[in-house]
């Protein structure tokens, strides 16, 4: 039988006549061979992935013995690298807008090597806003017009970025370059520092998830923190925001620390993704066990709750980005896929395969013409540019 390596450990692959086989036999698990080892990638050590991935792999480890292993990464960049270059990991959860970012070759992607991906099965739907101490003068977002306000940049992540220097003052109606002059952008190397910078003293706002645990430990800080509101009335704030983070969703929030629920905030989708080429049995096994085993681990953490079919299926209403095959060929074996679905995923696929053989094309170019790929690199950005330029970008599907 020919053997497929997955995260290090050889798996079977499917066979011809498995290939041929009808969904009734994909189903029977005794077909299939769990992998010994199932790796999984997740943000750092104080955000909600990495807590909630916890929460369900031993579960899983215990009932098909597998043995799970939760790798917490917060280079965002590292982690997509692990993912589809490296292969040491078999899933990473990852944040749409994040997808987006490494498919489209934005930021710091865009000299990164560029796979296309798939959504194996949904995450959670994380909130997010805009948090500051407890004592700070600023009452809203607005009132960092006046200037002189210290802003954290997460530099380990593109869309964190973004969210700050390109989201934040177009929903306060600045510009980028004068946001540049008019606040100051303190660098964070990690996410728990990012955050933490506002009860440190040394920012005074960042971007954060109110569901993080380093949330809950700013939250008990001396001072305590508050949450500035993206206002969900604010239209004209809102199409600049979406501008530069098209992947999230206004929202109030309803999870995670106390002092941000009933705050105006954004959701951003986090998913479970794999490499396009992932072996589909695989994928249709794992979905499968997300979804009948549950009940068995949604009590493990607030976020692992998210996890269900019904939230994946209201996911699967607006996402932009493409499911795996074997994750859509569980689904439409229980119902829970439709014709309309087909149509959107087909298209959700070509529209990667484009970024994909473009960016590749680029790179190609701008090997033999002697130019470095390198994201600070203007001439190779002027290749990428000239490869991508017309292709329609991911946004979501509101």
Not at 15 to 30: G, K, R, V
Not at 295 to 315: C, I, N, T, V, W
Not at 338 to 347: F, G, H, I, K, S
Request: charged residues 25%; negative net charge.
């Amino acid at each position: 039988m020919k053997l497929r390596t997955l995260s290090g450990v050889i798996v079977p692959a499917l066979s011809a006549a498995a290939l041929l086989a009808s969904s009734a036999t994909l189903a029977d698990d005794t077909n299939f061979e769990w992998p010994r080892l199932l790796v999984v990638a997740t943000p750092g050590t104080g955000s909600a992935s990495f807590a909630s991935t916890n929460g369900w792999t031993p579960v899983l480890q215990k009932e098909v013995g597998s043995v799970a292993r939760v790798v917490p990464e917060d280079n965002e960049s590292m982690r997509y690298r692990r993912l589809t270059d490296r292969r040491d990991v078999a899933i990473s959860s990852v944040s749409a807008a994040e997808m987006r970012f490494q498919i489209e070759g934005i930021g710091g992607y865009a000299s990164t090597k560029p796979v296309a991906q798939r959504v194996l099965w949904h995450h959670n739907d994380t909130p997010w806003g805009y948090v500051v101490s407890g004592d700070s003068d600023l009452q809203s977002l607005e009132d960092l017009k006046k200037g002189g306000y210290r802003v954290a940049k997460g530099m380990f992540s593109p869309p964190m970025i973004a969210a700050v220097t390109g989201a934040l003052p177009a929903f306060i109606g600045l510009s980028e370059a004068e946001a540049e002059k008019t606040l100051t952008y303190i660098p964070a190397s990690s996410y728990a520092e990012n955050c933490r910078s506002v009860v440190e003293g040394k920012a005074d706002v960042a971007y954060c998830a109110p569901v993080s645990s380093v949330l809950s430990e700013m939250e008990g800080a001396p001072g305590g923190i508050r949450w500035l509101p993206l206002s969900r009335d604010n239209k004209a704030g809102w199409d600049g925001y979406l501008n530069h983070r098209p992947m999230l969703i206004p929202t109030e929030i309803e999870l995670g620390v106390s002092t941000a629920r009933g705050v105006d905030g954004a959701t951003s989708n986090f998913v479970y993704s794999v490499p396009a080429d992932a072996d589909e049995d695989f994928a249709y096994h794992m979905a499968k066990w997300f979804h009948e085993s549950y009940d068995a681990y949604k009590g493990s953490h607030p976020m692992a709750a998210r996890m269900s079919l019904e939230q994946f299926r209201a996911y699967l209403d607006r996402t932009p980005l493409p499911i795996h095959e074997g994750t859509v060929k569980y689904l439409r074996e229980i119902g829970a896929w439709t014709e309309q679905d087909d149509a959107w995923n087909e298209a959700a696929k070509t529209k990667m395969d484009q970024w994909v053989k473009a960016r590749q094309a680029a790179m190609e170019e701008a090997a033999k013409a002697g130019v470095k790929a390198d994201f600070q690199n203007q001439a190779f950005l002027d290749i990428l540019d000239k490869h991508t330029q017309g292709l329609e970008g991911f946004r979501s599907r509101l």
